[in-house]
């Protein structure tokens, strides 16, 4: 059971990336995703995320607009396309997948994907 990302990089700012979140041994589309992010001296907050059934999304105020997540059940990958990045946005991005069934959670999270917005 894995998830990893990949996408990131160094970018400069006004420019676009996107993230992927590559599920290995489970199947992805029967969990809620999330993305979350880090920056150096500051909590992890939420980013923005995609529920299992429906594909309802909802995303930080400071993201709204500019982010956009979605899933390609086929590919078993849920994507966060960037735009219009800022310094600010800098940041290592995790994914973490979640499922309660029978009041067990299932909870898996990746390595982490390095954010970089420079001139």
């Known amino acids: 059971v894995q998830l990893v990302e990949s996408g990131g990089g160094l970018v400069q700012p006004g420019g676009s990336l996107r993230l992927s979140c590559a599920a290995s041994g489970f199947t992805l589309s029967s969990y809620a995703v999330s993305w979350y992010r880090q920056a150096p001296g500051k909590e992890r907050e939420l980013v923005a995320a995609?529920?299992?059934?429906?594909?309802?999304?909802n995303y930080a105020d400071s993201m709204k607009g500019r982010f956009t997540i979605s899933r390609d059940n086929a590919k078993n990958t849920v994507y966060l396309q960037m735009n219009s990045l800022k310094p600010e946005d800098t940041a290592v991005y995790y994914c973490?997948?979640?499922?309660?069934?029978?009041?067990?959670?299932?909870?898996?999270w990746g390595q982490g994907t390095q954010v970089t917005v420079s001139s």
């Open positions: 973490n997948a979640r499922k309660i069934i029978a009041g067990y959670k299932y909870d898996y």
């Open positions: 995609i529920s299992s059934v429906g594909g309802s999304t």
